[in-house]
RNA sequence: CGGGCUAUAGCGCAGCUUGGUAGCGCGUUCGUCUGGGGGACGAAAGGUCGUAGGUUCAAAUCCUGCUAGCCCGACCA
């Protein structure tokens, strides 16, 4: 993309609505555009992260075996009433009617949706496991919103569903899914950390919250040190094998990792020892947990079980804020001059930065530049205005790509070009194809 | 939902106390000089002062209602 012909309105003030500096970022990167409280329009950069991280998601989430599939926005309230939370989720649930008066609403989650389905489509355990997801909007009419896309009242969110026909089954599908998660933030780059989580009335430890570490996060986490060093790095998963799963979420819980809600001092002074002792903050962006038959019950969802008995689905339920992510991988990372995108979700993987626009020579290369990196598969942002270098430098660094390839004819006189980490500041000179090979072997393109 | 605050040009703000021609910085446009980390000079465009009403010869300014947005707290992917 020629940045002169892209649609890129970034602001070098901070506008004064913004506190929190993902948001701050946001807006100045051109990423977003508030339209109403809460409620934001994405703008060409901010749609392309976005895009990227559900990229991710969906892929993720397959290679689990959880099957897409994409549930409407506007639900009746029929199958709220029979679940007896249309009464229950109070005025955070935007309640609408249609033109003959019907009661509507617009969906704040989709369990009773995916559980109306799945009774419908699954006849005997010979149909189980299912695993169900989709990426949908959905609206919360929070009392509050702040803090830009990280709490909005209309939100992205990855929301997946498991059945199955007994408890056991439950496990292994909660299992994949918790694992799936581990895999998905660290695809993104970040260090997220499954956190025992509050599980309410339905009881069991099958509930974990993920928190990506951020100092600027909304709650207080604490540690063990071990657990915050733990990757899967390369790890052949079979996700059919329960016991491998099973395995590596005791790994990763059997360390103390949990929240300022659950958090108990004793506990973690007892379990982790001084200098393993982690206090942090963390941005919540994944929640999963297993509810049992709490909506197959009432909805009705029952399966005939190998002895021919109906029993209800045994379902679990899956949640990643997929637009939140945007904002919380800003919050994990970024600096003074602006975003520092993770290679896997940034809008530009490279930017090529013509110094000297006009000159001959670097015209030339940089046209040479952008042209290759497109064919290679790149995803390239050229900067091309007739702007004054340090102004070109303050642009790809706010909108945080992660590479910069600068030309100029200093450089050119010698054969080079510029190469920089957005990351680590480092830079090299290189000739201007060694560059480009550089980045393929980084990006793994041939 | 309790408490606090704001609304004037695309963004950040001043003007309001004491009513009288709507201003500044950034950005934008044009020109010239420039050109390796938000450059300089010159010229220009851009505003029903959130909205409805009231007081007044006269309202951005005073009064009332409404709306929108922000912050702290309680709640949440």
Known sequence: ????????????????????????????????????????????????????????????????????????????????????RYDDYGPEMLRIKDRHDRDMLYGPTNEEQITEIAAAGIRSYRDLPALLYHIQWKFRDEVRPRFGVMRGREFLMKDGYSFDIDKEGARHSYNRMFVSYLRTFERMGLKAVPMKADSGPIGGDMTHEFLILAETGESAVFLDRDLADLTLGDREIDWE???????????????????????????????????????????????????????????????????????????????????????????????????????????????????????????????????????????????????????????????????????GPRGLKNGVVEMACRKTGEKQELAPDDAINRLADRFGRT
């Open 1 to 84: 993309m020629r940045l002169t012909r892209y649609f890129l309105p970034i602001i070098k003030e901070t506008p004064s609505e913004a506190q929190i500096v993902s948001h701050r970022l946001m807006l100045r990167a051109g990423m977003i555009r508030q339209a109403s409280a809460g409620i934001y329009s994405w703008l060409p950069l901010g749609y392309k992260v976005l895009r990227k991280i559900e990229e991710i998601v969906h892929q993720e989430q397959q290679a689990a075996g959880s099957i897409p599939v994409l549930m409407p926005t506007i639900q009746s309230a029929d199958l709220w009433r029979q679940s007896g």
């Open 241 to 407: 094998d329960a016991a491998q799963l099973e395995g590596i979420v005791d790994q990763w819980t059997s360390s103390y990792a949990r929240t300022d809600e659950t958090h108990d001092a004793a506990v973690f002074e007892a379990q982790v020892s001084e200098e393993r002792r982690v206090t942090a903050r963390g941005i919540e962006v994944g929640h999963i947990f297993y509810f049992g038959s709490k909506y197959s019950e009432p909805l009705n969802a029952m399966v005939a079980n190998a002895e021919g008995e109906r029993v209800p689905l045994e379902s679990g339920s899956y949640g990643i804020g997929v637009s939140r992510l945007a904002g919380a991988i800003i919050e994990a990372s970024h600096d003074d001059n602006g975003i520092i995108w993770p290679e896997a979700v940034a809008p530009f993987e490279v930017a090529v930065i013509n110094l000297k626009q006009g000159d001959e020579e670097a015209d030339a290369a940089c046209e040479d530049l952008y042209t290759k990196l497109t064919a290679r598969g790149f995803d390239v942002i050229y900067d091309d205005r007739n702007e004054r270098a340090g102004s070109k430098f303050a642009t790809i660094d706010l909108i945080g790509v992660p590479w910069k390839l600068i030309v």
